[in-house]
């Protein structure tokens, strides 16, 4: 995988995927950033939800759950000392769907976190990962 980041004005950035796709990645006004787009960190907690719902939907679907929807809100906190890296990071996930099983949903949480999430696997040893969950039944 590879991916280029070429710097744009100020501190903002255009960063380029090898799928073709682009994102501009910009910082807050404070440090010189004109807030044109999300922050490296940012980006971050993006990725890991984004795989991690990935995961729970295909697991789901393979366990012929009917999911309608999933939403994964993710809250944050970062040292305060340089290297401002993340210490905790929590997960909620609010699945949506027609008499999802509990057991379930819990089950394709837990194995995204500990098997299959490639960056939840990789952030796991330096941050403190938590997750819940909750079921919107679906009319």
Known sequence: ??????WQEGICSLGETE??????IDGA???????????PMELILLGLG?????????????????ITDCVVEIDAVRAVEDPKV???????FIVTGKKLNAHQV???????AEKYCSA????KNS????????????A
């Open 106 to 112: 819990e089950r394709a949480i837990s194995l995204s």
């Open 127 to 138: 941050v403190n990962i938590t997750h819940d969950f909750e079921i919107i039944e679906d």
């Open 50 to 66: 984004g795989c991690s719902t990935i995961d729970v939907i295909l697991i789901l679907q393979k366990s012929r759950q009917e």
């Open 1 to 6: 995988m590879k991916a280029r980041i070429k």
């Open 29 to 39: 006004p404070g440090i010189g950033g004109k807030n044109l787009g999300p922050r």
């Open 19 to 24: 799928s073709g796709h682009s994102v501009v």
């Open 120 to 123: 939840s696997i990789m952030l």
């Open 86 to 92: 993340f210490t905790d990071i929590h997960m909620h």
